[in-house]
């Protein structure tokens, strides 16, 4: 099977009766390899990296180092590597991809909150790559592959701890990336609700935000397919009843509603008009907001839902992020 290991996924082979497991990554060439099926003594993989798309690999059983079918071929001129931005390298970890020659970076958490972006290649990245922007991608405390530990360190903290590793991260990256001089906010649900943070906590710090279904106001979002997230992701207990007072004022100030009016970045919501997991209500509630506040915000609702994944979306969303980024609407 394949699981994460850090940022990347790596092969495992699990011995049913010894109950043991092994992870197949100390070989480099094992690295960033999905396993696709395993028959007659070969595994076969596919591979990939952030500037290299994903080509078939095959191992044999016995000696399990997966080499290429194909030789792969990478983006031209792009490179990627790892930065570790806290102190102990183990807890906080991002993945940068880009050219030397770039001057703009977008700055991209991942949702969840415990989710991953993996060393893998991603079309959208690589769009946004070709484009002339770099990308750093963000494994704040409270992502996976990193431990149990590290997931539960984020309950009871979001708003706060991810939000200050995301802007950790940008200080790592712009110091060893001197030539980055303007940096994006972009992410979906969770990584949507942090870019709308580090736009109000950080507010000198990023150009222009995007989010894409964003978790806005906690207190708002019980009406959500999992309203048990937003008691627990708060670091309070789900009783199913209707929130106290101060459960309430705890959600509130966990959420980046509460920081609106420290907002100057202009911000481009984007909203699945059939989304279960964030209600819509949550990006018109912002806009309506930063409208009377007289805040630069724009809206785009899709006939979709949450991950606003159909093949229209993800084109037009795309291309509008880079719209707005550019100042060409």
């Not at 997230?229 to 966990?254: R, V």
């Amino acid at each position: 099977i394949t699981c994460i290991q850090g940022q990347t996924l790596s092969p495992v082979i699990i011995d049913i009766e010894s109950k043991s497991v092994e992870v197949l990554a100390k070989d480099e060439l094992n690295r960033g390899v999905t396993v696709l099926d395993v028959s007659e003594g070969y595994i076969v993989g596919s591979r990939s990296d952030p500037v290299t798309p994903p080509h078939l690999v095959v191992a044999r059983v016995s000696d399990q180092k997966f080499v290429p079918v194909f030789s792969p071929t990478s983006l031209a001129d792009m490179s990627w590597n790892q930065l570790n931005f806290l102190e102990d390298g183990s807890a906080g970890s991002s993945i940068y991809v880009g050219s030397q020659e770039n001057s703009k970076l977008i700055l991209w958490p991942h949702g969840g909150p415990h989710a991953c972006i993996t060393t893998s290649f991603n079309q959208e990245v690589a769009f946004f790559a070709l484009l002339g922007y770099s990308v750093l991608l963000v494994n704040y405390r409270g992502s996976l592959g990193f431990g149990e530990e590290h997931v539960w360190s984020l309950l009871g903290n979001i708003g706060d701890r991810d939000v200050k590793d995301c802007d950790l991260a940008r200080e790592t990256c712009l110091k060893t990336h001197p030539n980055l001089t303007k940096v994006f906010a972009y992410g979906g649900s969770h990584g949507g609700f942090l870019a709308l943070h580090l736009a109000g906590q950080y507010p000198d710090q990023y150009v222009k935000v995007v989010a894409r279904n964003p978790g806005v106001n906690l207190t708002s979002k019980l009406v959500s397919d999992i309203p048990d997230w937003n008691f627990n992701e708060a670091g309070l207990d789900y009783a199913w009843l209707a929130p106290t007072p101060h459960q309430i004022s705890k959600m509130y100030y966990k959420s980046p509603i509460s920081n609106i009016e420290r907002i100057q970045a202009p911000v481009y919501l984007m909203v699945g008009k059939n989304d279960l997991r964030v209600p819509p209500s949550q990006s018109y509630d912002l806009f309506h907001a930063m409208k009377s506040l007289g805040k630069q915000v724009k809206l785009t609702a899709y006939q979709d839902n949450h991950p606003l994944s159909k093949p229209d979306s993800v084109a037009d969303r795309l291309f509008n992020t880079v719209l707005f980024y550019e100042d060409m609407e």
